[in-house]
């Protein structure tokens, strides 16, 4: 078993965060496999649970593990598409522009991050974070909803912005000088719960696109946006040009 | 106590405090405390949290007692003071260990807002603190919402800051 070099530079939880990496990647520890313990996995490999923690946050953010309330940390069965990584302008990747919606306010509030919400957003768990929630029409009909989460600290005056009529990005950009550098995209299939078919004009149980957005200034992580969409109203067009470099 | 010391003068920050919606769970409000416990610095403990609406309006708050009402399990509820249940010793303990696992873990589920306490007792950050003394003494509160212009939530005080001044000026 591979243990920690504690004459390394390197950080504990860095290279706990290798070892665990491997495992996954060398099948060790294979998909929909439940890791040890917190406290296991301390005494394994003697280091506090701060270290196992922060080892197993990474984890989380970059999509190896899930955590599932009441049940354990598994390796998660999504395939991220890593390798896929695009750069294209941002307005092109924004659901909120050029498309004429309206706008049904749901939520825009304060709350505690929860779940694994802490480590989506790369904050700890004591932050506060504010929550928008909006439903989106075309024509009346409901077709996305747009669920996103800053920390409070990244832009206070967002609470009480008027983001029913403005883009977020507009706002963010233009108005409070932050500005996105980077955006990574996760897309997904989903099946509704009641509250979202009722939200979306569906069944319960229909299923929906889903994409998960986790936005950058930097290396600062300053936004997540969950987006549940009707999977009858949007094509997504994907498209990569190859170069000479 | 000094003279014409008024509430923003003893006043704790909104962000000071956990804040939650009113739809999340009791069981989540508890992990958020908790996390809180540990990260404190201003406060030794949360002895409640916020409850806010979707718009940000404060509904109510929920405190420790709060919680621990809303996981005892109902059977041990009394319906009227004739009715409490008043045996001590074991089997109290007993009684309660043993419906715990079975229903306090389902009533961890239950949204806060079928907990919390309305809000319904504010001041103004400009009101003198024995107003602020006065409703939290008689109307047995640990924390109380500070408004402005009877609309805008801009801060809290608790029941220990008014202590620690009106046992300072009895002291003096």
Redesign the interface.
């Known amino acids: 078993m591979t243990l920690l070099d504690r004459q390394n530079h390197r950080k504990l939880y860095v290279q706990l965060y290798d070892i665990m990496k491997k495992k996954i990647e060398d099948k060790e520890w294979s998909l929909g496999f439940r890791i040890p313990i917190e406290q296991e996995l301390c005494n394994v490999f003697e280091v506090s649970r701060v270290t196992v923690r922060s080892a197993i946050s990474v984890l989380v953010r970059q999509g190896y593990l899930i955590r599932q309330q009441g049940r354990g940390t598994f390796v998660s069965k999504k395939v991220i598409s890593d390798k896929l990584t695009m750069f294209t302008t941002f307005g092109e990747l924004m659901l909120e522009e050029g498309i004429d919606f309206s706008t049904d306010?749901?939520?825009?509030?304060?709350?505690?991050p929860?779940?694994d919400l802490a480590d989506k957003l790369n904050v700890?768990?004591?932050k506060?974070i504010i929550?928008i929630?909006r439903l989106r029409k075309v024509d009346n009909k409901p077709i996305l909803i747009q669920e996103t989460y800053i920390p409070?600290h990244i832009c206070p005056p967002l609470?009480e912005e008027d983001v029913r009529k403005n883009s977020l990005f507009e706002l963010l950009e233009r108005k409070h000088g932050i500005h996105l550098t980077r955006v990574r995209n996760y897309f997904d299939v989903k099946y509704l719960n009641a509250d979202e078919g009722m939200l979306l004009d569906l069944s319960e149980n229909s299923p929906a696109l889903v994409l998960t957005q986790h936005f950058f200034s930097g290396e600062t992580q300053i936004m997540y946006m969950r987006s549940i969409k009707r999977p009858d109203s949007f094509v997504f067009l994907i498209e990569f040009e190859k170069t000479d470099r | 106590m000094s003279k014409g010391k008024v509430v923003k003068d003893l006043m704790l920050d909104v962000?000071d405090y956990?804040?939650?919606?009113y739809w999340?769970t009791l069981s989540?409000a508890i992990?958020?405390i908790k996390?809180?416990f540990?990260?404190?610095k201003k406060y030794p403990e949360p002895l409640a949290i916020l409850v806010?609406?979707?718009?940000?309006n404060l509904m109510g708050t929920l405190s420790l007692k709060n919680i621990l009402t809303g996981l005892e399990p109902r059977f041990m509820r009394p319906t009227t003071d004739a009715q409490a249940y008043t045996k001590e010793g074991p089997e109290l303990a007993l009684i309660w260990s043993t419906l715990f696992n079975k229903e306090s873990k389902d009533l961890a589920e239950k949204p806060v807002s079928e907990i919390m306490v309305p809000a319904k007792y504010f001041v103004e950050p400009d009101d003198p603190i024995t107003k602020a003394a006065f409703m939290i003494i008689h109307n047995d509160l640990i924390l109380l919402p500070v408004l402005e212009n009877k609309k805008k939530f801009v801060g809290l005080v608790r029941l220990i800051e008014i202590f620690n001044e009106i046992s300072d000026a009895v002291l003096k």
């Open positions: 306010m749901l939520a825009q509030t304060i709350m505690m929860v779940d700890s768990g004591d506060h929550y929630k409070f609470l | 962000f956990p804040h939650v919606p999340f989540q992990k958020i996390v809180s540990i990260s404190a806010f609406d979707e718009k940000y």
